[in-house]
């Protein structure tokens, strides 16, 4: 459920009229609606209220927007980081520094001990390790700190999620975590590390999941390690569940509910006597947010006519990284229908949200958005062929912010230097 609907004939966020904010801001631009990221937030709350001890960490890679992380920390959201500058914007936007967990494969050195110096030498809440040498440097560098730092092993569970190649993370030719048959002797060198409090496991096998079977076989193989671990003499505190829930970009997509998945976790996790950690992103920020765009003009083609508009692969890249779907509907739909192709302005043919597609016949000067743009939109945005880098818009009841401004070209070419010696 969102909160983007027409009323009179004009698609609106909440209480904003979109024409307004495209008259006010410009095209293209991506709006958010603040009512929506609330409702997500709570419903996957919600929906894990069987499970008695969990903590919540949006990962923010999803959408890192301050405003966004703001709203979310408000409803008591701690932060999924994957880097050090995506740390900087949790602990910029008030999130506090105990609540944020470091992910990611590639994390270096300097940016293990910013995490441990994060909030005045406290640290961070947890680091996610991916790697046994990653294990070794933090513990050297905490040590070195007189610290111990808080860590789980992350592993591979080699389940295939069932999703887009591209996104898909658990299987064990994929980058991420450690093979779970390596992971009890790893874990028992690494926990012997008087640097590091290694105080559980973490999982996330992808992204975009449809299906639960996959997430409940990981996580059944992961509640076997525990017990193994356990076994073997190790305070297993923390098991961290990943992200991965999916959401409905088409109309007649069905995705399974935080309620369903809620219900599955606390079914199979019963009796884990662990804090579980979970890492939603897409499933909190997907239909939250929208990129509104003006149609350019309508180009004559063979088959089906281009409508060329003012978004391109640049500030929405997930269908041409991804072959994604977005829905595309007209601000002010006049009823009739049309078959098209949809296109942005970039010089790449890639550049093509969909193919073919019946959609609300648009104009030239026509507004349209793509839906479910909330997560993987903005913050995958370049600024490729010299294109401004695109604006964000929260809207909350009736008022609207802008929470990103348009950099535009001139801001960019200002940062670029042309040496003297030519
Ligand atoms: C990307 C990512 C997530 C979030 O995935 P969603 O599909 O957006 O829920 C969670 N955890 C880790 C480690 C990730 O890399």
């Known amino acids: ?27 293209p631009v991506y709006v958010y609606s603040a009512a929506t990221f609330r409702r997500h937030a709570r419903v996957f709350r919600e929906g894990l209220a069987g499970v008695p001890r ?8 999803a959408n890192p927007n301050l405003a966004v992380l703001r709203l979310l920390a408000d409803e008591g959201y701690g932060a999924d980081v994957v880097s050090g500058g995506e740390m900087a914007r949790a602990l910029a936007a ?9 992910s990611g494969v590639g994390k270096t050195p300097a940016e293990l001990a910013r995490g441990l110096d994060a909030n005045n030498g406290g640290g961070i809440g947890q680091f996610n390790l991916e790697l046994e040498e990653e294990g070794e ?24 999620a069932g999703t887009h190649a591209k996104i898909s993370t658990g299987r064990k030719e994929n980058k991420f975590g450690v093979p779970i048959d390596q992971a009890p002797a790893m874990f028992a060198r690494l926990a012997a590390l008087p640097g590091l409090d290694l105080r559980g496991v973490a999982i996330h096998i992808g992204s975009q999941l449809g299906d639960l079977a996959p997430l409940e076989a990981a996580y059944r193989r992961i509640g076997q390690l525990v017990a193994e671990l356990r076994g073997a003499g190790h305070v297993i505190s923390h098991v961290d ?10 109309p007649d997509d069905t995705m399974p509910s935080p309620a369903a998945y809620g219900a599955m976790v606390a079914r199979v996790t019963d009796g884990w006597d662990a804090e579980l950690m979970f890492e939603p992103g897409r499933v909190i920020a997907g239909n939250a947010g929208v990129l509104l ?38 601000v002010s739909p006049s009823g009739t229908r049309m078959v098209a192709n949809i296109a942005g302005p970039v010089c790449e043919s890639g550049d093509t949200f969909a193919m073919g597609r019946d959609i ?17 939109g903005a913050t995958m945005a ?11 818009v929260l809207v909350d009841g009736d008022r609207y912010a802008v929470v990103a401004d348009r950099v535009t070209p001139e801001t960019l070419i200002a940062a670029e230097r042309v040496p003297d010696w030519l």
């Open 1 to 27: 459920m969102d909160h983007f609907a027409h009323r009179d004939g004009v698609l609106h966020c909440e209480d904003v009229a979109l024409p307004a904010i495209a008259e006010a801001v410009g095209t």
């Open 54 to 61: 969990k903590h919540l960490a949006y990962a923010i890679k």
């Open 94 to 102: 008030g999130m506090p520094a105990s609540e944020i967990v470091f």
């Open 137 to 160: 440097v933090l513990a050297a560098l905490a040590a070195a700190r007189g610290l111990r730092a808080p860590a789980v092993l992350r592993v591979n569970p080699d389940v295939d």
């Open 241 to 250: 569940l990943g992200g991965g829930l999916g959401v409905p970009y088409k």
């Open 293 to 330: 765009t003006r149609v350019i003009w309508v180009k004559p083609g063979v088959v089906h006519p281009y409508v060329i508009v003012d978004a391109a692969m640049n500030d929405l890249a997930r269908p041409a990284l991804y072959d994604a779907w977005h829905d595309f509907v007209a």
């Open 360 to 376: 609300d016949a648009v104009a030239s000067g026509d507004l349209a958005v793509f839906r479910t743009a909330g997560a993987y």
């Open 382 to 392: 370049s600024t490729y062929n010299s294109r401004a880098l695109v604006p964000e």
